[in-house]
């Protein structure tokens, strides 16, 4: 599925497993100089936290959302706050700031 691919792609660079990819690591896959990456950087870096989380990744992959199919599990909505269906719930709901941070790290996501 779309959003297991973008995983996978996301996953390949982020070579330390940290759950985002930094300018390093952008630079050692090869993909941009320092310069560049750190232009880059500064454009898809939303939070400002310096790096590239899997939101910001999928945004920049599907820039009108990355909810791609109906069995997605995460979505944003039209004004960009990023949503997750929750089947305790039942819904789909907000992700707020602190549920972000472990996304992408190996949590089985």
Do not use: N
Request: hydrophobic share 35%.
């Amino acid at each position: 599925d779309e959003i297991e691919a973008l995983k996978a792609v996301f996953m390949h660079f982020d070579q330390d497993a940290s759950g985002t990819v930094s300018s390093e690591e952008l630079i050692s896959a090869g993909l941009l100089e320092k310069d560049s990456a750190l232009k880059f950087l500064a454009q898809v870096d939303s939070d400002g936290s310096g790096e590239i989380d899997i939101f910001e990744f999928c945004e920049l992959m599907c820039p009108s959302g990355f909810r791609r199919s109906d069995d997605s599990e995460t979505g944003s909505t039209p004004d960009g706050k990023r949503i997750l269906y929750d089947h305790g719930l039942k819904c789909w709901r907000l992700i707020d700031k602190e549920q972000r941070s472990g996304f992408g790290k190996d949590t089985g996501m």
